[in-house]
């Protein structure tokens, strides 16, 4: 008899998704370097600092001590504690241990809120330029995603009014992130209250406020939506460890969120991956309640780069570079070498700009169409200033080439 292979045959869902743009390019630049080129990666979002050392003594401690077991599902009660105290002492937030849960990263976080709170047909409005995993996991939880766009002339920040025309009666939550991947705007007190008085005239409307980049603010205090009188029992403020204490490996993020979302949210990851590493929740505890001095001291480095990018970017002739107030990164907008060639090779886009460069001149950065911004590119600045100088010089070099 002989011996066949299974067809492979992917489910509807997978195939209707779209791969992570951002983990797609850093993986295209590893193997360009696998391969012996010299590249700049600047498509990941990743902190280039390892973790403050008070953070991994206390993980070591933890598993001496014996944390290598089962945690309860939204996390270990004093993670939550850690978490709730955070919350208040940051960001004027209210949330009792049973309003956390604690994930395998931010990203869990909002795929536990997708899954749990949509039905088929929802709609979510995605404040645009989004980051790219908000659309595709809101189609996971079989939502619709409502993108709503503001471009550079608007510091890529919708307005109030744009907003309240995008709402239906099926719009379920909306969501955004601010400090805000990709373009490191960040949304002021008025603008927030704006948005949350029109969230606060919709009954049944919630907010989802991803606030991972809140250390990360050249402006000054970060400001939690959440805070607002009128929308504290409608939002979920999901945050994480990876950007602030460069934990991205360690793959924890968390939610504050009313009681009955968070015991939803628990309920599903109950059933995908349960709490998330025990010895890695202590540290976390530590890291929040501990020297926040490692953290500032990585946010004023991220300083210093953006302004070496910006200046170096808007050298570029052709380039529209924003000035961004958190994060780690700059969204030019290039749509002025939108068909221009060099030689044979034509842009058509901007993700054919991105290969250019790649191909080019071996630096990776993500295109703006993956974060519904076509025209642009994001540039993450998470990069020591010798690679960022190099890669503005290079790419300086290989734009002046198309025409
Ligand atoms: N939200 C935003 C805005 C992000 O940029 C990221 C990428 N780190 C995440 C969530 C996911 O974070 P985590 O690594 O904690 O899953
Ligand atoms: N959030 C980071 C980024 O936007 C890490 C990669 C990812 O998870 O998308 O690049």
Redesign the pocket.
């Known amino acids: 008899m002989s011996v066949t292979s299974p067809k492979a045959i992917i489910s509807d869902r997978l195939m209707r998704m779209s791969e992570s743009a951002t983990i797609a390019m850093a993986q295209m630049a590893r193997d360009l370097r696998g391969q012996g080129h010299n590249v700049i990666s600047l498509s990941l ?1 990743e902190p280039d600092f390892d973790t403050p050392e008070h953070i991994k003594q206390a993980a070591k401690e933890a598993l001496d001590a014996g944390y290598t077991k089962y945690t309860p599902v939204p996390g270990l009660i004093e993670l939550r504690e850690a978490i709730s105290t955070k919350f208040k002492r940051d960001n004027d937030l209210d949330y009792g241990i049973n309003q956390i849960v604690v994930s395998n ?4 976080s ?1 795929a536990n809120l997708s899954l749990s709170l949509l039905n088929k047909g929802d709609e979510v409005i995605i404040l645009t330029p989004y ?1 790219v995993s908000y659309f595709e996991i809101v189609k996971l939880g079989g939502g619709i995603p409502v993108p709503v766009f503001a471009g550079i002339d608007q510091d890529y920040k919708i307005t109030a009014a744009q907003l309240s025309e995008a709402i239906t009666d099926k719009t379920r939550f909306i969501l955004f ?1 601010s400090p805000c ?1 990709p373009t490191g705007s960040v949304y002021s007190k008025e603008e927030l209250k704006s948005i949350a008085d029109v969230v606060a005239a919709h009954e049944d409307l919630l907010i989802v406020s ?1 606030e ?2 809140e250390y990360i603010n050249f402006k000054g205090d970060h400001i939690s939506i959440g805070s607002f009188e009128n929308v504290r029992d409608r939002t979920i403020t999901v945050n ?1 460890f ?2 602030g204490f460069a934990m ?1 490996g360690w ?3 968390y939610m504050g969120a009313p009681e009955w979302v968070a015991k939803a949210c628990a309920k599903m990851q109950g059933q995908f991956t349960s709490g998330a590493t025990a010895f890695g929740q202590k540290a976390a505890a530590h890291a929040l309640l501990s020297d926040m001095s490692p953290t500032y001291k990585m946010r004023e480095a991220f300083r210093a780069r953006r302004s070496l990018v910006i200046d170096g970017l808007n050298d570029i002739p052709g380039f529209k570079v924003n000035k961004p107030d958190g994060a780690f990164y700059v969204f030019p907008d290039i749509s002025h070498y939108i068909n221009k060639k060099n030689g044979d090779e034509l842009i058509e886009n901007d993700s054919d700009f991105c290969m250019y460069l790649l191909k080019n001149c071996h630096v990776a950065v993500v295109a703006g169409s993956a974060f519904g911004a076509p025209g642009c590119f994001r540039l993450s600045y998470a990069a020591s200033e010798e690679d960022l100088k190099e890669a503005i010089r290079r790419i300086k070099a290989c734009v002046e080439k198309l025409v």
């Not at 990263?105 to 869990?108: C, E, L, P, W």
């Open positions: 979002g990263g931010a990203k869990q909002i980051w992130s991947n991803d991972i980049y994480g990876a950007k991205t793959r924890l993020g």
